[in-house]
């Protein structure tokens, strides 16, 4: 009898074994959807292809970017230099035997970061020298006259040099550090543009930020359920894809029912019919790349099939006006541009003012480095938005159609897509919102 025992705990224990198994296999498995994250393959890539064209977009000779621990440079995981410890100097520059990327590193980094392969040459610094010191050295020997550092007013990305650092730089360059310029058109040019490579895991991220947000309507009960009940559906799907949030994480989704709240989190209003619902959604993939889509859907009432006139015409007007901003967008165009091409037809629909600027690069951050898609209705205009438009440049970007409500406060539809800029003009990332979202009320 003991024996007989024994037997079923050993075949209740294999049956046991084998369903959780089977359950973990029916699992996501978020590493398997996504694959060995490209960045280091792509860095490399933008650092040889794309790099020395801004070089000379910005007229300089060289570009010098000091790494160091804990308090790095912002460019520093685009060149390579994250992991430094002790400070590192990292140059890049042309000359006429073609570009050229050069470090000098600490030599406890030095080994390392060779082995990476990301740059021509690193040179290992010993113990108690100076890398900057060595790095100056160098652009003394070549005798460079427009030498790029991070230094700038306008541009966060471009503006990663401490005091202290450009104290002992300017102390080491001596006479010559009236050669030193502001990074700010160098890492603009750098960044704005994206690899074909990149705009694909781009279409692939707002392609789940759409699919997502469309699931997430189909979850809602009105008279029951919360914007913050939709946001919370949309947290969930993240951590099951093993994604980031696109931007700050308590206003990642913004989930809106009522009226307008500009950025911000979302609330526990009840979702009731009548109400026309906005989800402002943005994702990060492989910890580098963001999307930046929004979908709308309307609550029926009672007795409804189809949204009322008046919200389907400020849907349909919206979207017209996203319509326009994509036929405006091709290379030479500047982004005030782009903004205008839709604020005409606003006015025509007798849209409110909207505050908000048609659209913005979007790519390594929510709001990225590149044209603002803005300023043709404000007093003055952003200097980003006077630059003009190029291939291989990524957008989000709005059409709008604002309203009063009964209780005089505001409502805008922002029919928000994603796109690429091309030689011929301009495409989708993903198939655009054509139709509201329509949820019953039971």
């Known amino acids: 009898m003991k024996d007989l025992t024994i037997i079923i705990v050993l075949i209740l224990t294999l049956f046991v074994g084998c369903t959780e198994t089977s359950k973990d296999q029916d699992k996501f498995n978020a590493d398997v959807y996504w694959g060995e994250n490209p960045w280091p393959e792509i860095r490399t890539k933008r650092i040889n292809t794309l790099l020395p064209a801004a070089?000379?977009?910005?007229n300089v000779d060289c570009w010098l970017v000091i790494c160091r621990e804990n308090n790095n440079d912002p460019i520093a995981d685009h060149i390579?230099?994250?992991n430094a410890g002790g400070t590192a100097a990292f140059l890049f520059y042309n000359n006429d035997n073609g570009f050229h990327s050069l470090v000098f590193s600490p030599s406890g980094e030095a080994t390392a970061l060779d082995e990476l392969d990301i740059h021509d040459k690193v040179v290992s610094v010993e113990r108690g020298k100076s890398a900057v010191s060595q790095a100056v050295d160098f652009?003394?020997?070549?005798?460079?006259?427009?030498?790029?550092?991070?230094?700038?007013q306008s541009n966060s990305?471009?503006?990663?040099?401490?005091?202290?650092?450009?104290?002992?730089?300017e102390a080491l360059m001596?006479?010559?550090?009236?050669?030193?310029?502001?990074?700010?058109?160098?890492?603009y040019e750098w960044l704005s543009i994206k690899l074909p490579e990149e705009v694909e895991i781009l279409k692939k991220a707002a392609q789940?930020?759409?699919?997502?947000?469309?699931e997430a309507y189909t979850q809602v009960v009105p008279g029951k359920s919360t914007d913050a009940d939709i946001a919370r559906f949309l947290k969930q799907k993240m951590a099951e894809y093993g994604v980031a949030d696109g931007w700050a994480p308590d206003q990642n989704p913004n989930v809106n029912s009522g009226p307008d709240r500009g950025h911000s989190h979302a609330t526990d209003k009840v979702i009731m019919p009548g109400d026309v619902i906005?989800?402002?959604?943005?994702?990060?993939?492989?910890d580098r790349w963001v999307s930046d889509i929004q979908r709308f859907a309307y609550v029926l009432k009672e007795g409804e099939i189809e949204a009322p006139e008046n919200i389907q015409y400020y849907w349909e007007s919206g979207k017209a006006g996203n319509r326009a901003a994509l036929a405006a967008m091709k290379p030479g165009v500047k982004g005030v541009d782009v903004d205008r091409a839709q604020r005409v037809l606003m006015e025509t629909a007798n849209s409110e003012y909207v505050m908000w600027s048609t659209g913005h690069p979007v790519g390594y951050v929510a709001h990225d480095v590149g044209p603002n898609l803005g300023g043709s209705q404000a007093?003055?205009?952003?200097?980003?938005?006077?630059?003009?438009?190029?291939?291989g440049m990524t957008f989000a970007f709005d059409g709008f159609h604002s309203w009063k409500l009964p209780d005089g406060n505001i409502k805008t539809i922002s029919v928000e897509e994603m796109a690429v800029v091309t030689a011929e003009g301009a495409e989708y990332l993903i198939t655009p919102q054509e139709e509201l979202i329509l949820i019953k009320s039971d």
């Open 139 to 152: 652009l003394m020997e070549k005798d460079f006259s427009r030498i790029a550092v991070n230094s700038s």
């Open 379 to 391: 007093s003055h205009v952003r200097p980003a938005a006077q630059k003009e438009l190029k291939a």
């Open 208 to 214: 789940l930020t759409a699919d997502w947000q469309i």
């Open 55 to 58: 070089l000379e977009e910005a």
């Open 157 to 169: 990305m471009a503006d990663g040099l401490s005091y202290t650092q450009r104290s002992e730089l």
């Open 278 to 286: 906005q989800i402002d959604f943005g994702i990060k993939v492989h």
């Open 174 to 187: 001596g006479d010559r550090k009236n050669r030193l310029k502001s990074s700010t058109e160098l890492v």
């Open 80 to 82: 390579g230099g994250e």
